[in-house]
């Protein structure tokens, strides 16, 4: 079945250390996104690609970074920078020509910063 | 500055009878609407949308309704059941801005039988 993985689903991490949340889509997308969301905040938009390796910012793109050298994987890494990362992330995709801009999700990881 | 509002936070019914879930917007730029449905631990799922350049789009116990003078939208669901019991969030995208999907902060609904 086609659809997006995220892994891990639960992490904790302590101060200071990096962290990769790993999101892998087999729906032939070509648009991959990163999302935060936090109680009573909604789903803000963290960074955001369009093709292999292009990427852009979203709302809350300090702190993270990303990459995506194919298609079907786009990391998300939590840098020791990110003030605040105990959050729940939704990786998400869609296609690239869309006019319903129907994002389709994975699980989500659960990051927690010890 | 939130672009997608979802002024109640919660929401309770009966079940049978109906859910009305509203959203507010800000952006006239945006011109597609969509709903997701969110169950705890997991990812959100598309429930339905609705283009600007119509005013009602019904699938199934669905409906979601579109006033652009006023920028708001409102979900129904009926009749409403104990399964839909979840955070439904309101989005919206422009065309012609990508695919930047802007997110409300969702209304969690409980149906209680």
């Known amino acids: 079945d086609g659809g997006i993985t995220q892994s891990p689903k639960y992490l904790f991490r302590k101060e200071g250390q990096n962290v990769t949340l790993s999101c892998e889509q087999n729906?032939?997308?070509?648009?991959m996104y990163w999302y935060r969301q936090d109680p009573g905040q909604g789903l803000r938009l963290i960074y955001y690609?369009?093709?292999?390796?292009?990427?852009q910012k979203g709302d809350i793109a300090e702190g993270y970074s990303v990459s995506r050298e194919k298609k079907e994987s786009f990391p998300l890494t939590v840098t020791s920078a990110q003030k605040n990362p105990t959050a729940f992330y939704l990786c998400?995709?869609?296609?690239?020509?869309?006019?319903?801009?129907?994002?389709?999700f994975g699980e989500g990881s659960r990051l927690t910063v010890l | 500055d939130q672009q997608v509002k979802q002024n109640s936070p919660s929401l309770s019914v009966q079940e049978g009878r109906i859910s009305i879930l509203n959203c507010d917007y800000t952006?006239?730029?945006?011109?597609?609407f969509l709903w997701y449905k969110k169950y705890p631990a997991e990812g959100p799922t598309f429930l339905i949308s609705?283009?600007?350049?119509?005013d009602k789009n019904e699938d199934g116990r669905f409906t979601v309704f579109l006033n652009k003078s006023a920028k708001h939208l409102s979900l129904h669901i009926v009749p409403s059941q104990p399964g839909d019991s979840a955070v439904y969030f309101c989005?919206?995208?422009?065309?012609?801005?990508?695919?930047?999907?802007?997110f409300g902060a969702g209304t969690r609904l409980f149906v209680k039988a």
């Open positions: 690609s369009q093709i292999v390796n292009d990427f």
């Open positions: 952006n006239s730029m945006f011109d597609y």
């Open positions: 989005a919206a995208s422009a065309s012609t801005g990508g695919f930047k999907t802007i």
């Open positions: 998400a995709s869609s296609q690239r020509i869309s006019v319903s801009g129907e994002l389709f």
């Open positions: 729906l032939n997308h070509d648009a």
């Open positions: 609705i283009s600007s350049i119509k």
